[in-house]
């Protein structure tokens, strides 16, 4: 005896430019369900920032925040938009986003030993 497991999942969406509603149905087999799973391990494994199931809330936050700074930094005209917003120079501007990447949620909440 096989034991299949489907997941359907529905997608209804209206389309303004043709006033046509759009529809659709994703059949999910257990098979692609663990392939899935078997591709975000191997996304977590690959690159830190995806995260992993035992991720706090805080680890999280400070993620976003220094993949945040670091695109600032990486990109000159988002470099030059903060500057001229801030009044700074894109230099000075620079170094103080790369010191906000140190502790960008502050310090660590104390953590509570189960």
Not at 16 to 32: E, K, P
Not at 41 to 58: C, I, M, N, P, S
Not at 75 to 88: K, Q, R, T, V
Request: hydrophobic share 40%; with cysteine; aromatic share 12%.
């Amino acid at each position: 005896m096989i034991l299949e497991l489907r997941i359907f999942y529905f997608d209804v969406e209206f389309d303004d430019d043709d006033g046509v509603l759009v529809t659709t149905v994703v059949v999910l087999m257990a098979s692609d369900r663990f392939n899935i799973n078997s591709q975000l391990e191997h996304l977590q494994a690959k690159y830190v920032g995806t995260g992993h199931a035992d991720l706090t809330r805080f680890e999280w936050a400070v993620n976003i925040a220094r993949d945040s700074y670091a695109s600032y930094v990486g990109h000159s005209p988002m470099l030059a938009y903060f500057s001229i917003a801030e009044n700074e120079s894109i230099g000075r501007q620079r170094y103080n986003l790369m010191q906000k990447m140190l502790l960008p949620c502050g310090l660590p909440p104390e953590r509570e030993d189960e």
